[in-house]
C-alpha cells in the first residue's frame, strides 16, 4: 500500500527560526508537489519537483527531492506570520493519480 | 491567470438525495480529477478522468458515484445517494499531459449532507 508520510504533523514556530518539513513516500516516482491550503481555502501550488535533485526556492520557502531516499524536503528561513497554513507534500503515480500526504499545520508565532 | 472554476461553494442536501458538482477546467488542460478533503483531514483522491473516460479510481469511488463531461467544459461529479460521510470538501483539478506545471485546484465545494 502506498504511503505518503509528512512530518512533523503540527509545527508552531517563532518568527524569525528556520525549520524543515520531511515528506517519505514508499512508491518509485520522480515527481513531487508542494502545495499551501489556508483555512477553508483551495490548494496553492507552490513547488513541482520533476526529477531527482530537484531544487526550488521561493521566498523564505525551499524544496528539495531525492528519489533515491524517496524523500522531499520544505525548508523555511526566518519565517514569519504570512507562512502560517497547512502544508502538503503529493506524489504523482504517473497513472494520473497524486496521493497526498497528511499536512503539516504550521503555526508562526511573533 | 487561467483558473478551475467549480460551483456551488457550498451545497447543502438532505441524507439519500443525489448532488451533482460542477467544474469547469483550464480550457487546454487534458487531465480532470476529482479530490475531496474531510474537514481538517487528508487530501484523498476519487478519480481522474481523460479522453472521456475514466483513467483511474480510488477505492472511494464507488458506485454511487459517477463523473461526466457532458460538453467541451464543464466536469461534473454525481453522487447518487448521499451519505452523512460524503460531508467533505470537494476538489476539482486539472493538467496538462505531462504535468511539468503540476495540478491546478478549483476553490472546492463545501458538500453537507444533513
Known amino acids: 500500500e502506498l504511503k505518503v508520510e509528512q512530518n512533523p504533523l503540527f509545527l508552531s514556530m517563532q518568527e524569525g527560526k528556520n525549520y524543515t518539513i520531511y515528506c517519505n513516500y514508499s512508491t518509485t516516482s520522480d515527481r513531487l508537489y508542494w502545495y499551501r491550503q489556508d483555512p477553508g481555502k483551495s490548494l496553492e501550488s507552490l513547488f513541482v519537483?520533476?526529477?531527482?535533485?530537484a531544487v526550488k526556492q521561493e521566498g523564505r520557502l525551499m524544496a528539495s527531492l531525492d528519489t533515491k531516499a524517496r524523500l522531499s524536503t520544505l525548508h523555511i528561513t526566518a519565517a514569519v506570520h504570512d507562512l502560517s497554513a497547512t502544508y502538503f507534500c503529493a506524489v504523482d503515480l504517473y497513472n494520473n493519480d497524486m496521493r497526498f500526504g497528511a499536512g503539516t499545520r504550521l503555526t508562526v508565532k511573533p | 491567470e487561467p483558473e478551475v472554476t467549480q460551483t456551488p461553494s457550498h451545497q447543502v442536501t438532505q441524507m439519500g438525495q443525489e448532488v451533482i458538482l460542477r467544474c469547469v477546467p483550464i480550457s487546454n488542460h487534458l487531465y480532470f480529477y476529482w479530490y475531496r478533503q474531510i474537514l481538517g483531514q487528508k487530501v484523498e483522491f476519487l478519480v481522474s478522468f481523460y479522453n472521456n473516460e475514466i483513467s483511474e479510481k480510488s477505492e472511494i469511488f464507488d458506485d454511487q458515484f459517477s463523473v461526466e463531461r457532458p460538453d467541451g467544459s464543464n466536469f461534473t461529479l454525481k453522487i447518487r445517494s448521499t451519505k452523512l460521510e460524503d460531508s467533505a470538501m470537494y476538489f476539482c483539478?486539472?493538467?496538462?499531459?505531462?504535468?511539468?506545471?503540476?495540478?491546478?485546484f478549483g476553490s472546492g465545494t463545501r458538500l453537507t449532507v444533513v
Open positions: 483539478a486539472s493538467s496538462e499531459g505531462d504535468r511539468v506545471r503540476g495540478y491546478t
Open positions: 519537483l520533476l526529477s531527482n535533485g
